[in-house]
């Protein structure tokens, strides 16, 4: 119920204001809204150019995909010779 009470005020408080001091509260509006324009632009371009960059590593991915098959393929090799290189190593041991 406070919240709400407050929340009354304020708004008729911020209605008298702008009704009084309607003319600084415009001049300020007109040299917020280029700022905050520049700064939206800003990450947007940030935000679209981050995402460019992501469908750039996608287009690498697939190509390092294609490389990690190989080395997955000799990576099994190795460890099919290791592994009966201590079976040897256990059979000789027993």
Do not use: H, N
């Not at 009354?8 to 917020?32: C, H, M």
């Not at 280029?34 to 991915?61: C, H, M, R, S």
């Not at 393929?73 to 201590?86: A, F, N, P, T, V």
């Amino acid at each position: 119920m406070k919240t709400l009470i407050g929340g009354a005020v304020a708004a008729v408080l911020g209605l008298i204001g702008i009704s009084i001091w309607w003319k600084p509260f415009f001049q300020l509006l007109a040299g917020t809204i280029p700022v905050l324009l520049l700064g939206g632009g800003g990450l947007a371009l940030y935000l679209g150019f981050d995402e460019l960059k992501d469908t750039w590593k996608k287009g690498d991915d697939t190509e390092a995909a294609d490389d990690d098959d190989d080395d997955a393929g000799s990576y099994k090799k190795k460890i099919g010779e290791l592994e009966k290189k201590i079976e040897t190593l256990e059979s000789t041991k027993a």
